[in-house]
């Protein structure tokens, strides 16, 4: 059985004063396999991060539903959903949302601190996870003392110390340099490697080039899909740019 069904989703906005009603995604339907990398691309406005955040339960649809190992969102109760997302799912952002208060350590550890994890347990998941990203040596330094890349690896480690079932990335490269980038890139590509299944908003066609799979978005239908199989980078990059060329969005970096 797939990890994540997404069924049939319809988004429908009302302006303030209720007069037009704004169409964020219609009819979207598809499936992820554990172990999967997902990206979904899009030009801006076509509903991709409006499909991230119902699929980070930030929000519901109008219509259709989502699935992760067999539960509806849908039946979940929203006193339980920082819960159900703290469990079970995992978040990095482009802008990092580190606490600039809290040293690296502090912010990575803190959704273990949320769900009451005792000491020991937060201390025995921390270093495998910092030592596999690079970080260890930077744990007792604050978000301002380190670079663009090293604060989003910490964002990652943040993400992944909790073993969600699924890590969502909303544009992960989007304030890096291509250095900083390429980094990311890789690290996210080993973690696909180990098994974590990963779905990824980004308009770069270098960024999804790392996916095993892309889902392109447009005026919020979905448009068309890629599989990478087992072509390299440069190939898949190559097949990535020449389909948003027919869609009309993304960029190339």
Same mark, same amino acid.
């Given at each position: 059985?797939?990890?994540?069904?997404?069924?049939a989703?319809g988004? +429908?906005?009302?302006?303030?004063?209720?007069?037009?009603?704004?169409?964020?995604l219609?009819?979207?339907s598809?499936?992820? +396999?554990?172990?999967?990398?997902v990206?979904?691309?899009?030009?801006?406005?076509?509903?991709?991060?409006?499909l991230l955040? +119902?699929?980070?339960?930030?929000?519901k649809?109008?219509t259709?539903d989502?699935?992760?190992?067999?539960?509806?969102?849908? @039946?979940?109760?929203?006193?339980?959903?920082?819960e159900f997302?703290r469990?079970?799912?995992?978040?990095?952002?482009?802008?990092?949302?580190?606490?600039?208060?809290?040293?690296?350590?502090?912010n990575?550890?803190?959704p273990?601190?949320?769900?009451?994890?005792?000491?020991?347990?937060?201390?025995?998941?921390?270093?495998?996870?910092?030592?596999?990203?690079g +970080?260890?040596q930077?744990?007792n330094?604050?978000?301002?003392?380190?670079?663009g890349?090293?604060?989003?690896?910490?964002a990652i480690?943040?993400?992944?110390?909790?073993?969600?079932?699924?890590?969502?990335?909303?544009?992960p490269?989007?304030?890096?340099?291509?250095?900083?980038?390429?980094?990311?890139?890789?690290?996210?590509?080993?973690?696909?490697?180990?098994g974590?299944?990963?779905?990824?908003?980004?308009h770069?066609?270098?960024?999804?080039?790392?996916?095993?799979r892309?889902?392109?978005?447009?005026?919020?239908?979905?448009?068309?899909?890629?599989?990478?199989?087992d072509?390299?980078?440069?190939?898949?990059?190559d097949?990535?740019v020449?389909?948003? @060329?027919?869609?009309g969005?993304?960029?190339?970096a």
């Open positions: 059985m797939s990890l994540l069904q997404v069924k989703l988004k +429908i906005y009302n302006t303030k004063l209720g007069m037009r009603q704004c169409v964020a219609k009819n979207v598809f499936e992820v +396999i554990e172990g999967e990398f990206a979904i691309m899009g030009a801006s406005g076509s509903g991709k991060t409006t955040n +119902i699929l980070a339960s930030l929000d649809p109008t259709g989502v699935l992760l190992d067999g539960k509806s969102f849908s @039946s979940i109760p929203d006193r339980e959903l920082s997302r469990k079970h799912l995992g978040f990095v952002f482009q802008d990092f949302n580190l606490l600039d208060t809290f040293s690296l350590k502090d990575i550890l803190l273990l601190v949320l769900m009451q994890t005792p000491l020991s347990e937060m201390e025995a998941r921390l270093l495998p996870v910092t030592r596999r990203l +970080i260890t930077l744990l330094k604050y978000p301002y003392e380190v670079s890349g090293e604060k989003q690896r910490a480690a943040r993400a992944v110390i909790t073993d969600p079932r699924i890590l969502l990335a909303d544009e490269t989007g304030a890096l340099d291509s250095k900083a980038s390429a980094g990311l890139l890789g690290q996210f590509a080993d973690l696909h490697g180990i974590k299944t990963i779905l990824m908003v980004t770069s066609a270098m960024a999804a080039s790392y996916a095993s892309v889902l392109f978005i447009s005026d919020g239908a979905l448009f068309s899909q890629l599989y990478r199989g072509e390299t980078n440069r190939t898949f990059f097949r990535i020449a389909n948003l @060329s027919i869609l969005g993304g960029d190339i």
